[in-house]
């Protein structure tokens, strides 16, 4: 079964939703699956201000109080620690996610996709590192395996893979993607958000039983 998931590696629910679909997949143990991770911006046009606090910055964004944010992200801090996931969004650095983006592409070809896409959103929810930071990029890829030079190229040139990020999202937007994460089952079913395990399960059954 091929999963494709569009997610944005800033997107606190792109990085719960992962870890409930695996724990739907590991309840599978004889099935085969094949994840493909697809890239998408939930704000393309965001300018890194790694010196502006999230909070303040979702304030401004929402036109709310700070205090209003920071209940909002203790909210999701708090689903994120159901999960096992140590969220910690005091830290949390503003950036564009296009860089990191082209990286996962790159990764993807090498197979390494769900091993760079983990090591990012550890990285930013919670080690708080800047993800549009070259020095970091390379720090965090090289540690799943990619190549140094690879990925020298990729960041010395913003038109690599530049074009794979962009056709994830314009394929997103074609077939009504409105928010990530979302997660297609073999082109058939569909789950949109960071739904409980056994929504993810009962669609793996039913995409199972109609093969």
């Known amino acids: 079964m091929k999963i494709e998931v569009w997610s944005d590696i800033m997107c606190p629910f792109c990085y719960i939703g992962k870890r409930h679909l695996e724990a739907a997949l590991s309840h599978f143990p004889d099935e085969q699956f094949e994840i493909e991770w697809k890239s998408f911006q939930l704000d393309p046009t965001i300018v890194p201000q790694p010196n502006k606090n999230v909070y303040e910055y979702l304030a401004e964004r929402k036109g709310m109080s ?4 920071k209940q909002m992200h203790a909210g999701v801090v708090a689903r994120a620690a159901e999960v096992g996931l140590d969220y910690h969004f ?10 990191a983006h ?7 070809t090498k197979g390494l996709g769900d091993a760079v896409e983990e090591t ?3 990285a930013y929810f919670t080690d708080g590192r800047d993800l549009n930071d070259a020095d ?22 913003e038109r690599l ?22 997660f297609v089952f073999d082109r058939k079913y569909a789950v949109s958000g960071a739904q409980p395990i056994e929504q993810f399960e009962e669609t793996i059954k039913t995409v ?3 093969k």
């Open 208 to 210: 199972l039983e109609a």
């Open 120 to 122: 990012f959103f550890k």
């Open 66 to 69: 700070v205090e209003e944010s």
């Open 102 to 108: 082209r990286l996962i592409q790159l990764a993807k």
């Open 161 to 182: 893979f530049a074009s794979a990020v962009n056709n994830d999202i314009s394929e997103a937007q074609q077939i009504g993607v409105r928010g990530v994460p979302f």
């Open 136 to 157: 970091t990029l390379m720090e965090l890829c090289v540690g799943v395996g990619l190549n140094p030079l690879d990925i020298k190229d990729v960041l010395a040139d």
């Open 90 to 99: 005091e830290k949390a650095v503003i950036s564009n996610s296009f860089q």
